[in-house]
């Protein structure tokens, strides 16, 4: 998934959460979608609950995102270390 993030042009994303508070609640899914190989679009689900998104933000910050709702879903990422 790092390296379909890597090789889109443009990232969509979208969170849920357990809450609607980012100081207090979590991140509880990440949606990713990102370019193929075949010139469509995938959509990757990571559970925050089960792996670390560290590598997934990372890359997300070198790429040009798309966020549903961002004014809610940038506080969140903030507390997950996003920049």
């Given at each position: 998934?790092?390296?379909?993030?890597?090789?889109?042009?443009?990232?969509?994303?979208?969170?849920?959460?357990t809450g609607l508070d980012?100081?207090?609640?979590?991140?509880?899914?990440?949606?990713?979608?990102?370019d193929t190989n075949a010139?469509?679009?995938?959509?990757?689900?990571?559970?925050?609950?089960?792996?670390?998104?560290?590598?997934?933000?990372?890359?997300?910050?070198?790429?040009?995102?798309?966020?549903?709702?961002?004014?809610?879903?940038?506080?969140?990422?903030?507390?997950?270390?996003?920049?």
């Open positions: 998934m790092v390296t379909a993030i890597g090789e889109s042009r443009v990232v969509g994303l979208d969170l849920e959460t980012p100081r207090t609640d979590r991140v509880r899914l990440i949606a990713i979608d990102c010139g469509g679009r995938f959509t990757y689900v990571v559970d925050a609950f089960a792996v670390d998104p560290g590598p997934v933000l990372t890359v997300l910050a070198d790429a040009e995102v798309v966020i549903h709702n961002a004014a809610f879903d940038l506080g969140f990422l903030g507390r997950l270390g996003f920049i």
